[in-house]
């Protein structure tokens, strides 16, 4: 497709020329660099609570970000409006923060390669709302039917379409549509009244609707939801103190992005304010560990085709057979400190500055056999499901928390244990890593990332691995 | 862009809907300036400036809802808004407890509520970043120990919200904000460690000097060098005004109205009952002048007020919207909260835990070994069942001092035994954000570490 044909010029009318001079507009005062983010979001929601579908709502967002570098400075604006007047604005606005005479030539843009990881011809933000509301109806009729100790269901359903376009003063001129869609459930269970338990469910990527249909249906998250519930009605007590924990397959991948992939975001090392800083080539987790941040994977939640600054993402190995190989980098810091880019600039929104973020972060699988992993393991905590995570990158302390786990008891999977949070060192808890399975999975397609006030859709896998030692935070 | 009428908008968008088949309507347009100045290394990082400004619309026809919202305020953007809105009735059920507050609910409290104040509009750029440099110069300078930093930074908002309905309400208020914070970075061996302070007013004369923000966010971070993990064990703990704000989070997702009537929190059937200590008190009041949660109506048009939530640890209210008020059988109690889009989910006023009236010295003065918590992280609390854990860093008491700095730990329990079990508050309460609570102690919990 032709840059003419794309949405920004279709709709608006935005011209390759009217960039170049707003870039030119940009770097007026003397800055090294400018890029312009123009997105146009829409979005919509369906949820439904107590068997009622009780809310929908979509919505538009517009606007374009104008950003400029000058050495380590940078200069940022934005306009919800994007008439001509209103961006220039902007852009005199960010140009503020370099003051002398323009010093980079004329821009000319040129139109970037293609690729696209997410052929989703119809996205499903544009498929009509009562097919998308059947959605949420089968998933509290499944979570309900699940068991008769189920007494409370609800269930979400988001999509979005985001149409971007970035122009850089390097040249770089590339634009995206990136479909997004999830589904999540919980359901509440009770025994006889007493306390009640709730599991969570979910899942989705940049996918068509037929991906709920045909792939990973409502059903499917509902029973996985109403499940965890009723387990947990038996739970006892966890335990406190440091044991030998394992980690199932999918989701439980979060550890990565707590313990290692904060860590290894180009802003922090450029600074040294990571725990992190300063140990490429160096030893930082077991030799059967290989992390990596891939950017590429098809219809992935974390996948992009370009990053929010305009780049390509990749495939980047963070960590090699235990050694630390590289950061991710944005932009800013790969123009300060000369590392290559890795496609990993990301922006929550046209109102917010880009920087180095994590895609699709995972664990290569091992040679171990599952089964053989839990029966190596005299007394531990099995964790298949999680919650949220959290890390201090300076001190590299990360805790993430278990939803379902049980107790390891000479070998076996026993009793299901209450929520307890599990905490560790970065650059020091993967060392610990004994066995890992050759079971890799991708977790459904649910994770959000937080940084500085920014959230990013995000993936995260692992294969079953153990880990022979960590503080789970129960209370017995 | 004081200029702009969105008052008149906001009941020019409710009228639409209204001639679009919608039985009912209600509108909010917001708009806001924000600006933040970084500064890393006494150098400047980024400026950031920008303006916005938006609109959400929920209607009903009967007993069904929808609701949309746009940025695109122009005459063809807000027409394709109500459309959406009113298709969107459509898909949903019909809800029998759906609709406005009635008519009497709504109004709005008078006199000035202090939320904005006009000096942090047209503050010179050079002195904003003076601002940020002067605090971060402060830590970098404090002790030797701080060897770098992740910077300081000072910001302001100036924003309007306005809302009409089909009931006749349309309010308006401004409201202004700035704030100014900086994150050390301290070394010793091979011990780095972080922490942060910040001042923030609704004014920039309200705001505390950068010198005292940068001197105590550099004592922070110093204390926490040389951090080790302890022994497992079941010890009193001490949360810090910082993080006992975060037990008073727990407490409102637990009184809020919607976890209420859907049974997912431990609080859910216990008004009247005694649900912790005789020494709490816990008050949500949104009418105090100058403070972060306060505001003259709510997000659905009702005035604000001061609800007790917690009277010498009996239950005496939930923390409701419309909504989840009439599932109860109960009255609003004016925490209305949304976003532009959706309905009205449930927030705070000004939340806080009255003061007790022993000084935190002397809390700590009296444990022989104990925790002093000064940071939480993680997710670890579940409101359904009150299951609390979470990973903490901090001091470890020993003979009543504070003896030597803690991390890699976790500290559990569980919200109703926590609750029973607060044995101290102090008198220490200090109104830094929407929730406030001084030093609080629980009787025993468990740190989990080696």
Redesign the interface.
Known sequence: MLFSESFFPQRFGITTRDLENYLAEALAQGGAYADLYFEYLSSS??S????????????????VGVRVIAG?????????DLSPEKIRK?AR?AA??AAGPATVEKVSLHESGRRNLYPVLTAPTETA??ER?ELVKRADRAARAYDARV??A?ATYFDSLRQVLVATSDGVLSWDRQPLARLNVAA?A?LNGG????GHAGGGGRVELSFFLNDKTPEHFAAQAAREAIVMLDAVD?P???MTVVLGPGWPGILLHEAVGHGLEADFNR???S?FSGRVGQQVASRLCTVIDDGTIANRRGSLNVDDEGHPTGRNVLIENGILRGYLQDKLSSRLTGAAETGSGRRESY?H?PMPRMTNTFMLAGESDPAEIIRSVPKGLYCPDF??????I??G?????AAESYLIEDGRVTRPV????L???GPEALKYVSMVGNDLKLDEGIGMCGKEGQSVPVGVGIPTIRIDRM?????A | MTGNDYSGLAVEIVRQALAAGATDAECTVSEGDEFSANVRLREVETLKEAGSRAAGLRILRGRHTGSAYTSDLSGDGVRHMVRSAIELADITTEDPHAGLPDSGELGSISGDLGMFCGDVEGLPTELKIDMARRAEDAALRADPRITNSDGASFETHVGRHVFANSRGFAGEYRSSYCSLSTVPVAREGESMERDYWYTASRGFAGLEKPEDVGRIAAARTVRRLGARKVETQKVPVVFEPRTARSLLDNIFDAVHGGAIYRNESFLAGKLGERVASESLTVIDDGTIPGLFGTSPFDDEGVPTRRTVVIEKGVLKSYLLNTYTARKLGLRTTGNASRGLAGNAGVGNGNLYIERGVAPPEQIIAGIRDGFYVTELIGFGVNIVTGDYSRGAVGLWIRGGELAFPVSEVTIAGTLPRMLMDLEAIGSDLEFRGSMAAPTLMVREMTVGGK
């Open positions: 929601s369906i439904i609570d107590e068997s009622i579908v009780k809310s929908a709502s979509q919505g538009v967002s517009l606007g380590e400075r940078t200069g940022y604006a934005y306009s919800d902007a606005v503020c923060i709302f009562a509301v007494f409370q609800q509440l009770r306390t009640p338990q709730r966890a406190a103190g440091e600074k040294g304010v725990a109102a500055i919650g949220g995570g959290q890390v201090d300076t001190s302390n990360f805790v993430f928390s209450r929520n307890a949070t905490i560790g060192n503080t789970v935070g129960g209370t």
